[in-house]
């Protein structure tokens, strides 16, 4: 079977999440259990998606709810991106940064408590979003294809 773009999307978004940069800066930061939690509703999402996809054509509000699902991936990308990006910089600030550089960053926009606050209340915002589209896909009545373990 072919998978679906939205299904693609999910299996790149579990493995950005599940990185090693992103997971350390997701404990750094004490969010940690918010983005397990998000992975694990978007594995529930991704279970759907192949059985969504092909019938959004016939169903307007399938069609609407695989439109809401991208829009929650592509923001939270950018945060994870962010996190990535947050790693790099943090690691290379602290192999080339002097301590009157480290003080400026810390009284600068990029202070670390601001950060992180800030990641907190964007992850915080995509798990409820993914809490919601997930919730949402009760709405829809249709017989999902099932494969059983061997």
């Not at 990535?84 to 003080?103: F, Q």
Request: net charge positive; with cysteine; glycine share 2%.
């Amino acid at each position: 079977m072919a998978e679906s773009l939205m299904f693609s999307l999910a299996e790149s978004f579990i493995g950005k999440v599940a990185s090693r940069a992103v997971e350390e800066a997701s404990l750094a930061l004490g969010v940690y259990d918010h983005l397990r939690d998000i992975k694990n509703t978007v594995s529930l999402i991704k279970a759907v998606l192949l059985d969504a996809e092909p019938k959004q054509r016939q169903n307007h509000q399938l069609r609407e709810w695989l439109r809401q699902i991208k829009r929650v991936f592509n923001d939270a990308e950018d945060v994870i991106d962010d996190f990535e990006c947050e790693a790099l910089r943090k690691h290379v600030v602290s192999t080339s940064g002097s301590i009157g550089r480290k003080v400026r960053r810390y009284c600068s926009s990029s202070n670390p408590l601001v950060y992180r606050l800030k990641m907190a209340h964007k992850i915080k915002d995509i798990k409820e979003r993914f809490n919601k589209v997930a919730a949402d896909r009760l709405n829809f009545r249709w017989t999902m294809t099932v494969t059983s373990p061997i």
